[in-house]
């Protein structure tokens, strides 16, 4: 079963992916709560998959998908964005990212973006 990174600068947000997912059967590889982390952690426990809040302190999540995408090129990252980031989640989309899901987190969305690039 695939390998999940869990990113995000909020410990509640990052215990409702884990829950979402652990309940369906994913592993949790690791979690981190800003990009800096996430570039670490992704090194460490090389991931099948990453899922990635956008806007975080120290790094954010573009520059840190960035950053994974030049240690690992086929790097699968989805990223998560609250609405009204349009502007960032081209950005991401360009820079290598396979998906997007908008907070508030709804289960089935989660599992579908992830089912979708990890199968």
Known sequence: MAKILIVDDAAFMRMMIKDILTKNGYEIAAEAENGQKAVEKYQE???????????????DGIQALKKIKEVDAGAKVIMCSAMGQQAMV???????AKDFIVKPFQADRVLEAVKKVVG
């Not at 990453?50 to 790094?59: A, Q």
């Not at 081209?90 to 290598?96: L, N, Y």
């Open 45 to 59: 426990t090389n991931p099948d998959l990453v899922l990635m809040d956008i806007t975080m302190p120290e790094m």
């Open 90 to 96: 081209i950005e991401a989309i360009q820079s290598g």
